[in-house]
């Protein structure tokens, strides 16, 4: 099965097909599924992601991406998403192939 890690509105970075338990997207892989740490960083990453965004009636989606924030706190958004791939990486048992997406984004952030 493939992970996929990216940076999205109002989702955290792990990107599932299941459904919503407990308020986490599940991947329908019990070992991600169930493993606080990635949980945390999963939250962590998706809270500081969206903080990054403003409201603003102007724009067609109602937000505007804050880009000052953002590189102002782009290098601890860069350590969560390095702590969440090792993670997944340390708690891979073969079940899964990691599609990280995440540095796409974050070189955009510099």
């Known amino acids: 099965m493939e992970v996929l890690l990216l940076l999205d509105f109002?989702?955290?970075p792990i990107q599932g097909?299941?459904?919503?338990?407990?308020?986490?997207?599940?991947?329908?892989?019990?070992?991600i599924d169930n493993d606080l740490v990635v949980r945390d960083l999963d939250k962590?990453?998706?809270?500081?992601?969206?903080?990054?965004?403003?409201e603003n009636?102007?724009?067609?989606?109602?937000?505007?991406?804050?880009?000052?924030k953002?590189?102002?706190?782009?290098e601890e958004l860069k350590n969560l998403?390095?702590?969440l791939v090792e993670r997944l990486n340390n708690i891979n048992d073969g079940?899964?192939?990691?599609?990280?997406r995440l540095d796409?984004?974050?070189e955009r952030l510099k």
């Open 17 to 31: 097909d299941g459904d919503i338990i407990d308020g986490y997207f599940s991947t329908d892989i019990p070992i």
């Open 81 to 83: 998403c390095k702590l």
């Open 70 to 74: 953002a590189k102002n706190n782009s």
């Open 10 to 12: 109002l989702y955290g």
């Open 57 to 68: 009636s102007l724009e067609p989606s109602g937000f505007k991406f804050d880009e000052l």
């Open 95 to 100: 079940t899964f192939v990691i599609n990280n």
């Open 44 to 54: 962590k990453i998706s809270d500081l992601w969206c903080s990054f965004f403003i």
């Open 104 to 106: 796409e984004t974050l």
